[in-house]
Antibody, heavy 120, light 111 residues
Framework: QVQLVQSGAEVKKPGASVKVSCKAS????????IHWVRQAPGQGLEWMGW????????NYAQKFRGRVTMTRYATITTAFMELSSLTSDDTAVYFC?????????????WGQGTTVTVSS | DIVMTQSPLSLPVTPGEPASISCSSS???????????VDWYLQKPGQSPQLLIY???NRASGVPDRFSGSGSGTDFTLKIRRVEAEDVGIYYC????????FGQGTKLEIK
């Protein structure tokens, strides 16, 4: 079945980087963009950016430009989100979600979320 | 950036009664292709968000027909015809016209 499976929880120190993976299965990986959305504890959803797995092109929210890098390895149908210079404000659950590239049907499949804790 | 504003932020509802959530955008979400680029998502407690409605009024696969979306331009509404206990969670609107922006969320609870 169609699913996005994310990597496990991470604990990082301030100033470090974190790299979260999102493994896609059950569909054509290059036919759907992968979005990254995060949710701080008790807060709402915050969009971070997306990557086109076909071309590797990415578009980041202004807030994260310079600190976030989204990549993919199409051969293993996996997308990655790396966030650097972490602070306690980056403590959140990070979700990946897919969006069809040639017609808009919304973000129809989501990963289970990866908890990232930034603490000294 | 387009700002999305939801109301109310808290919505207590009696089972079997209807519910309505509003979402307004700081800019028109009507594309020149005729579609309104707004979605609705539900995040049930402890779960990932799930898509309910895309392009303003299209129900996603498997979504019960008690959910409906309407509106155009800058004002949108999600309606639940008869609320059930399983509808508890936080509802978000999201604009997809320019990058993506979510509303603050509306917490639906059962009275």
């Amino acid at each position: 079945q169609v699913q996005l499976v994310q990597s496990g929880a991470e604990v990082k120190k301030p100033g470090a980087s974190v790299k979260v993976s999102c493994k896609a299965s059950g569909y054509t990986f290059t036919g759907y963009y992968i979005h990254w959305v995060r949710q701080a504890p008790g807060q709402g959803l915050e969009w971070m950016g997306w990557i086109n797995p076909d071309t590797g092109g990415a578009n980041y929210a202004q807030k994260f430009r310079g600190r976030v890098t989204m990549t993919r390895y199409a051969t293993i149908t996996t997308a990655f989100m790396e966030l650097s210079s972490l602070t306690s404000d980056d403590t959140a659950v990070y979700f990946c979600a897919r969006e069809m590239s040639y017609y808009y049907y919304g973000l129809d499949v989501w990963g289970q979320g990866t908890t990232v804790t930034v603490s000294s | 950036d387009i700002v999305m504003t939801q109301s109310p932020l808290s919505l207590p509802v009696t089972p079997g009664e209807p519910a309505s959530i509003s979402c307004s955008s700081s800019q028109s979400l009507l594309h020149n292709n005729g579609n309104n680029y707004v979605d609705w998502y539900l995040q049930k407690p402890g779960q990932s968000p799930q898509l309910l409605i895309y392009l303003g009024s299209n129900r996603a696969s498997g979504v019960p027909d008690r959910f409906s979306g309407s509106g155009s331009g800058t004002d949108f509404t999600l309606k639940i015809r008869r609320v059930e206990a399983e509808d508890v969670g936080i509802y978000y609107c999201m604009q997809a016209l320019q990058t993506r922006t979510f509303g603050q969320g509306t917490k639906l609870e059962i009275k």
